[in-house]
């Protein structure tokens, strides 16, 4: 597939990706490479890039949807970051972003393509809520850190936060470290939010002062600390 990708790419989008592979080497961090390799991500290549220098070699780049599928469809850290910049939200269809989503193998990938792309989509909340209920713990992931996007923006309208809440405390609960520690950003969005979904928030997890499970405990405590 990634073959016939690239075969489909015209001249200006080649040039483009030879610019972009060429930033990439020259940004190479190997350090950070082999860090993130004894990390256990395993891509087939990894050049230790930056985050913030990936988003500065993209801004040089004109957004391409076609170079963007190619990018995304490497099993190269870099390049998948990088996607998420290039990918035109106006060209990003709930089909896709489904897709992609379903192949991030990454919490990296999932904070990166939560905040660069899929916040800017119309459907950005449907996308939420079919995420963040997943069996998959990885698309549960996503979904909980597109959530802390949307209640950072302020646009929560319309979406039911007792189903939310309650898959927050599902995360809570996992035992997965990632899991767990998405929540968490999740209260760090709510703190910032302030107002009524403060005290949802707080009216929801009071349930759980003296639950048996600790950490269902400590998150409560986590609001609590927040009002004295």
Not at 29 to 47: C, E, I, V
Not at 107 to 120: F, P, R, S, Y
Request: proline share 2%; with cysteine; aromatic share 10%.
């Amino acid at each position: 597939m990634q073959h016939n990708l690239l075969e489909t790419l015209n001249e200006s989008q080649r040039d483009n990706l030879r610019a972009i592979k060429k930033g990439f080497r020259q940004s190479m961090n190997a350090d950070l490479s082999n860090s993130m390799r004894n990390h256990g991500l395993n891509y087939s290549l990894n050049f230790g890039v930056p985050a913030p220098r990936i988003k500065l070699i993209a801004s040089d780049i004109e957004q391409d949807a076609k170079l963007a599928e190619y990018l995304w469809s490497e099993n190269v850290r870099e390049s998948k970051i990088i996607a998420t910049y290039l990918y035109p939200v106006s060209q990003m269809t709930f089909d896709i972003a489904c897709e992609w989503i379903s192949q991030i193998k990454y919490t990296e990938i999932a904070d990166q393509i939560c905040k660069n792309l899929l916040i800017g989509l119309p459907f950005a909340k449907e996308l939420m809520i079919r995420f963040i209920t997943s069996d998959n713990n990885l698309e549960r992931y996503t979904g909980t850190r597109l959530l802390s996007q949307i209640i950072m923006s302020g646009k929560t309208e319309g979406i039911d936060f007792q189903i939310v809440f309650d898959e927050i405390r599902k995360n809570v609960i996992s035992g997965i470290t990632y899991l767990t520690s998405s929540a968490v950003n999740i209260a760090d969005a709510i703190y910032d939010s302030q107002g009524e979904l403060m005290n949802m928030a707080k009216s929801f997890f009071a349930a759980y002062k003296d639950d048996t499970n600790i950490q269902l405990q400590n998150f409560y405590f986590l609001f609590e600390e927040d009002n004295e």
